[in-house]
């Protein structure tokens, strides 16, 4: 059973940087996609960033390109998100998941078959 989950949350201003870690295990294969999505107040969940743990593959959401950076551990265990120059419109539950094979340049939801119970950020103006 694959469980996900997520730390690193919290409040920051406008501007400031935020660090969100996903710690994985019971995978049974080695490579897999894992994704960062958010959900803000009112909103659908949408994607945020993608990474493909064998390598050679990341892929952005226009909203937050050029200021978030995903990125895994050395033991392919723990997925970041590193969210710079953050904007109120940030604020948003975050939520990590993972799926074995997604199409390139997916970020649906309904790809990812494994979830996180997520992490709240705020970023106040």
């Known amino acids: 059973q694959v469980q996900l989950v997520e730390s690193g949350g919290g409040s920051v201003q406008a501007g400031g940087s935020l660090r969100l870690s996903c710690a994985a295990s019971?995978?049974?294969?080695?490579?897999?996609?894992m994704a960062w999505f958010r959900q803000g107040p009112g909103k659908e969940r949408e994607g945020v960033a993608v990474?493909?743990?064998?390598?050679?593959?990341?892929y952005y959401a226009d909203s937050v390109k050029g200021r978030f950076t995903i990125s895994q551990g050395n033991a392919k265990k723990t997925l970041y998100l590193q969210m710079n120059s953050l904007k109120p419109e940030d604020t948003a539950m975050y939520y990590c998941?993972?799926?074995?094979?997604?199409?390139?340049?997916?970020?649906?939801?309904?790809?990812?078959?494994?979830w996180g119970q997520g992490t709240q950020v705020t970023v106040s103006s």
């Open positions: 998941a993972a799926a074995y094979t997604v199409d390139i340049g997916s970020l649906i939801p309904g790809d990812f078959a494994y």
């Open positions: 019971g995978y049974t294969y080695s490579n897999y996609f």
């Open positions: 990474i493909y743990t064998g390598g050679g593959y990341t």
